[in-house]
């Protein structure tokens, strides 16, 4: 069986267990306040070439949307994000579970666009009835998107300056950010994303590590007492050692990059390989997720020997399927697809 269903099928790189498996009798004080954590998050302040940010290391990703999302909203505001934006569709509604609406904006390649932000917010302040509504307190953006498309550093800057304008804080998921800093001919990096955004993670689950994210908070806007919140939401890793010796690791030598290149190497020989037998692409997507179109009965066929992931419905007799692959994808794993295919 052929995986390519996702980007955490496998554990963890070597360097990232080696560096566990030495700091294994090691004792030292819980909840994230070792010396690895501490380490790590000055390697990642120095990555994103953003001294005064406040990073956080959490579990993993739905949490972690969760958690920043409630802490930094107001109990009547919600959160702004894209239809296809992961917390409105992929993530059994953990948003609403706190009490705060994800309000939604159309999408163009699973990306949101700052003129249509800008006139959903003029629209909402400038109704007579907007107190009896749901505020809009925060937007929301990943990079990649669920469609694995990129936002271009003048897209983040618009929309970064509508965010300002509104004075309402712009959050990026970066999940999977390391496949998206990789990408070729992208100008969005660390920096700029930190530049950017307000608050933003470094996805380590899907980018080489067990688990972890990286929470970063660019313009001293941690919330207060933000531990304690944490704590209430049953986050808190008392082992906080697991996410700093990981990610210590991610940001020593830059591995996090380089591990995340093999992902995008390996997609666009995938890519290559798919348009050569005449397959036909959903979008365009400059990272590691493709999505090809295929009939109900290929998609079944296929099946058989290759784990994917079902996206949606084409129509009735055609479904977008995705292809992932990941830091440890090989090129055995690649052609061995391609001949399948």
């Known amino acids: 069986m052929l995986y390519f269903e996702n980007d955490y099928s496998e554990g963890a790189h070597g360097k990232v267990l080696e560096a566990l498996v030495k700091t294994n009798y090691e004792k030292l004080s819980g909840y994230g306040s070792d010396e690895y954590c501490e380490r790590a998050k000055e390697k990642i302040k120095a990555a994103c070439e953003c001294e005064d940010a406040d990073v956080y290391l959490l579990v993993g990703g739905t949490q972690t949307n969760q958690v920043v999302i409630d802490t930094t909203l107001k109990p009547y505001e919600g959160v702004v994000a894209a239809t296809t934006g992961h917390i409105s569709t992929h993530e059994a509604g953990a948003i609403e579970y706190t009490g705060h609406k994800v309000l939604t ?31 809009p307190g925060m ?32 959050f990026l998921d970066g999940a999977r950010l390391g496949y998206g800093v990789m990408a070729k001919d992208t100008d969005v990096d660390l920096p700029t994303v930190a530049k950017y955004c307000d608050i ?42 697991l996410l700093g010796v990981q990610f210590d690791a991610l940001f020593t030598d830059n591995l996090y990059c380089e591990i995340a290149k093999n992902a995008i190497d390996m997609a666009e020989l995938l890519k290559k390989g798919l348009a050569n037998k005449g397959y036909r692409f959903y ?38 399927i995705r292809f992932a692959t990941s830091w440890a994808t090989t090129k055995e794993d690649v052609e061995a697809l391609i001949n399948l295919l």
């Open 105 to 135: 904006v159309p999408e163009h390649n699973g990306k949101m666009d700052a003129d249509e932000l800008k006139d959903f917010l003029e629209t909402f302040f400038n109704d007579g009835n907007h107190e009896h509504m749901v505020f």
């Open 283 to 320: 979008l365009d997507s400059p990272t590691n997720q493709q999505f090809i179109i295929l009939e109900n009965s290929q998609m079944e066929k296929i099946s058989k020997d290759v784990r994917f992931s079902f996206w949606e419905k084409y129509d009735d007799s055609h479904t977008v």
């Open 200 to 241: 933003f993670y470094i996805g380590g689950t899907k980018v080489g590590a067990l688990c972890g994210e990286a929470v970063v908070f660019t313009n001293n806007n941690m919330p207060k007492h933000f531990t304690t919140m944490v704590k209430q939401h049953g986050s808190l890793l008392a082992k906080g050692r």
């Open 139 to 170: 937007v929301y953006i990943s990079h990649p998107t669920e469609y694995g498309t990129l936002y271009t550093k003048n897209e983040l800057a618009n929309i970064s300056q509508v965010c300002k304008q509104f004075e309402i804080p712009l």
